[in-house]
């Protein structure tokens, strides 16, 4: 069974650092790229990031690009996303998930092509 387990997400101020970690277990995604999205009460759940399967290409959502870094430990089955100088707009529950397709050069920003996902963190920034 494969499961995706997020954590490291809590209650800071505005201004700090939070990592957030995804270990995947029951299958390698070494082929799939791997993303994190948000999801805050009442909206859509958003792109956040992502990394290729490579490890060699990431993309942003321009709100948290230049303060979020993604990446990827495949030894570890594990992703991550540092979290600096955080925003009460960056409120919400943060997922990992892992891409359908294989071997692509971009991973994508769309949820749908995304068929595995974690049950969410919560992170609250308050102001």
């Known amino acids: 069974q494969v499961q995706l387990v997020e954590s490291g997400g809590g209650l800071v101020q505005a201004g700090d650092s939070l990592r957030l970690s995804c270990v995947i277990s029951?299958?390698?995604?070494?082929?799939?790229?791997l993303a994190w999205f948000r999801q805050a009460p009442g909206k859509e759940r958003d792109f956040v990031a992502s990394v290729s399967w490579t490890g060699l290409r990431t993309d942003y959502a321009d709100s948290v690009k230049d303060r979020f870094t993604i990446s990827r430990d495949d030894a570890k089955n594990s992703i991550y996303l540092q979290m600096n100088s955080l925003k009460p707009e960056d409120t919400a529950t943060y997922y990992c998930?892992?891409?359908?397709?294989?071997?692509?050069?971009?991973?994508?920003?769309?949820?749908?092509?995304?068929?595995?996902w974690g049950q969410g963190t919560q992170v609250t920034v308050s102001s």
């Open positions: 029951g299958r390698s995604f070494g082929s799939n790229g």
């Open positions: 998930a892992a891409e359908y397709q294989t071997l692509k050069l971009v991973a994508s920003r769309r949820p749908q092509d995304y068929n595995f």
